[in-house]
T-cell receptor, first 118, second 114 residues
Framework: KAGVTQTPRYLIKTRGQQVTLSCSPISGHRSVSWYQQTPGQGLQFLFEYFSETQRNKGNFPGRFSGRQFSNSRSEMNVSTLELGDSALYLC?????????????????FGAGSRLTVL | AQSVSQHNHHVILSEAASLELGCNYSYGGTVNLFWYVQYPGQHLQLLLKYFSGDPLVKGIKGFEAEFIKSKFSFNLRKPSVQWSDTAEYFCAVNAYNAGNMLTFGGGTRLMVKP
């Protein structure tokens, strides 16, 4: 079956602009999580959506936002881009039924969207 | 909030050497534990996971990990590494009541020399 698909794969923006990244989860998966990966900070959790509701949120400023649609596809948006937002943004999906349930929390990651802010 | 420490940032081994990567976490409650691997140019893949039961778990490609609750550790091991194991390895913790939020360690870059 198809994996987690992220678009676009690469993009370049300038400071002050905004960007929207898209994620299509594995068919049947209802949970979508977003992570930021940078050389300095590593992998950091941004937020998780389950059934169109934000279930968890990491310690990122309000410029980072997301949403999930009824078909489980998700988007994240970063407004007023800063140089430090340059990163690989990873989306992960899981069945996401009950937290802690067997299989519920195994994340399958996409290839990521590499954002460069100039 | 939980945190995860991977003490080895870079490891260089020769083929056939044994591997052990350390992972310690701080969280007082029940956790799910994972090791993910990122091969050069590829996306993160699940190596193995621990939810409950036998604390020694086996994953893909001959990897295993042991959960020692008293030490808050989940070390990754492989008896004999291959050149193809060259990758970055990430330990991750999920608190039992935190949805699918994973806290990752800083990663360990493993280079296996042929």
């Amino acid at each position: 079956k198809a994996g987690v698909t992220q678009t676009p794969r690469y993009l370049i923006k300038t400071r002050g602009q905004q960007v929207t990244l898209s994620c299509s989860p594995i068919s049947g998966h209802r949970s979508v999580s977003w992570y930021q990966q940078t050389p300095g900070q590593g992998l950091q959790f941004l937020f998780e959506y389950f059934s169109e509701t934000q279930r968890n949120k990491g310690n990122f400023p309000g410029r980072f936002s997301g949403r999930q649609f009824s078909n489980s596809r998700s988007e994240m948006n970063v407004s007023t881009l800063e140089l430090g937002d340059s990163a690989l943004y990873l989306c992960a999906s899981s069945p996401g039924a009950i937290a802690g349930g067997l299989g519920a929390n195994v994340l399958t990651f996409g290839a990521g969207s590499r954002l460069t802010v100039l | 909030a939980q945190s995860v420490s991977q003490h080895n940032h870079h490891v260089i081994l020769s083929e056939a050497a044994s591997l052990e990567l350390g992972c310690n976490y701080s969280y007082g409650g029940t956790v799910n534990l994972f090791w993910y691997v990122q091969y050069p140019g590829q996306h993160l893949q699940l190596l193995l996971k621990y939810f409950s039961g036998d604390p020694l778990v086996k994953g893909i490609k001959g990897f295993e990990a042991e959960f020692i609750k008293s030490k808050f550790s989940f070390n990754l091991r492989k008896p004999s590494v291959q050149w193809s194991d060259t990758a970055e390895y990430f330990c991750a913790v999920n608190a039992y009541n935190a949805g699918n939020m994973l806290t990752f360690g800083g990663g360990t870059r493993l280079m296996v020399k042929p």
